[in-house]
């Protein structure tokens, strides 16, 4: 059994090198769309799971989140929120019925929306072109055709995919100027937060409710599955030329792989918002008085309450139910609007210079739990 020690390591093949080649799919498809947004994809590396990008179709759209948009003046409403609009906010850091208002501005002459350069998905991408230069020299130094042919087909390969995977994204804008409503946006998210943004007509078109255009640079879906296929015959034959290299070769190759697997996992635990530029938004926070930027809520109700507090209105509570049809709720949503509309709202300076301001909104005195409570019994007591 021990036979093969008194022989050296000559005849020991790791094989496995070959499955290393095309494991962490998740932790690559994590950030693909954004990562191949990027010029900078047709670079020459290796790519963990590369597999993961040559499918029989692509994606039309950036991915959707869960959430509840509604338009406070507009009547527009829809069941998710658009992925750039997630980002930019962060949803996913929204705890159980916290409140937060903010204001999202266009700028004027902005650079567009895209994959951010200096970023960590270019430090990922580099990484693995240093790994293929490195395993290049390698082979050619230990003399292993077989390493070599490996380094060349499974490096072209991402060079391939990204030929087939590159985009471009077309954010729609409002054709027609003037005659809009205010364009601001109450986001409900399935743990019962909210986020109010106040903005134009066009950046909650352009942000909430228009989609999010995917233009790929091959087209054709026809020429698109003929790369496709010549990416799957470059990473078939790449595995069998990896699996039969040297075992110093592969013990690098095996390296390369698990830092390559490390270094993507921890890439895609960061938040998106890093892997994007998004400068031609401004997001400013407003808060209501006394409070702060992140209103935290022991209930929905508190939560639904300041809310109103922020829209001056409850006609966009109907379009996604955000409250039950009640009688009950009805009237409490009546009397709320009704406490707030008269609320005041005041700007005041942040620094002693005045350059950086923030709009602050004054809370009515008003238990929005106790007045509901009075309402159920009212309701209950006469059957309703």
């Known amino acids: 059994m021990w036979h093969w020690v008194s022989e050296g390591f000559d005849n020991f093949q790791l094989d496995i090198v070959g499955f290393l080649a095309i494991l962490g799919e998740g932790s690559v498809l994590a950030n693909a769309q954004v990562a191949t947004l990027s ?63 903010v204001e999202i501005k266009k700028i004027s002459n902005a650079p567009p929306v895209k994959a951010k350069t200096r970023g960590p998905l270019t ?102 599955r003929l790369i496709s296929l010549v990416g799957t015959v470059l990473l078939m034959f790449g595995v069998i030329a990896l699996s039969n290299a040297t075992v110093a070769l592969q013990i690098a190759w095996a390296a390369a792989y698990i830092l390559l697997n490390a270094a993507y996992w921890t890439v895609a635990a960061l938040p998106q918002r890093v892997h994007w530029e998004l400068g031609s938004f401004k997001v400013e926070k407003q808060r209501l008085e006394g409070g702060e930027a992140v209103e935290k809520n022991a209930t929905f109700t508190e939560a639904l309450w300041k809310v109103i507090v922020f829209t001056k209105s409850t006609k966009w509570v109907a379009l996604g139910n955000t409250a039950p049809q009640t009688q009950a709720w009805k009237h409490w949503l009546e009397e709320a609007e009704a406490m707030a509309v008269d609320a005041g709202v005041y700007c005041e300076d942040m620094d002693a210079f005045g350059d950086s301001k923030v709009w602050i909104w004054k809370v009515p005195d008003w238990d929005p739990r106790s007045a509901l409570t009075k309402y159920m019994r009212l309701y209950h007591e006469i059957g309703a």
């Open 123 to 224: 430090v990922v991408l580099l990484l693995g072109c240093a790994f293929s230069i490195g395993l290049l020299a390698l082979s050619i130094v230990k003399k292993d055709g077989m390493s070599l042919l490996a380094t060349g087909l499974l490096s072209i390969l991402s060079s391939i995919i990204g030929i087939g995977n590159k985009w471009t994204l077309q954010l729609v804008s409002r054709k027609v100027s003037g005659g809009a409503p205010q364009g601001d946006v109450v986001i409900r998210y399935p743990k019962g937060g909210f986020h109010v943004v106040k903005c134009s007509e066009e950046v909650a078109r352009e942000l909430y409710f228009a989609p999010e255009e995917i233009q790929y640079r091959v087209d054709q879906p026809a020429v698109y």
């Open 39 to 101: 010029r900078l994809i047709y670079i020459p590396r290796l790519l963990p799971a590369p597999h993961a990008f040559l499918r029989p179709t692509r994606p039309s759209k950036l991915a959707p989140s869960d959430a509840d948009v509604a338009g406070v003046y507009s009547g527009n409403h829809k069941r998710h929120v658009n992925h750039l609009a997630h980002v930019l906010l962060d949803g996913d850091s929204m705890a159980a019925y916290e409140v937060q208002c």
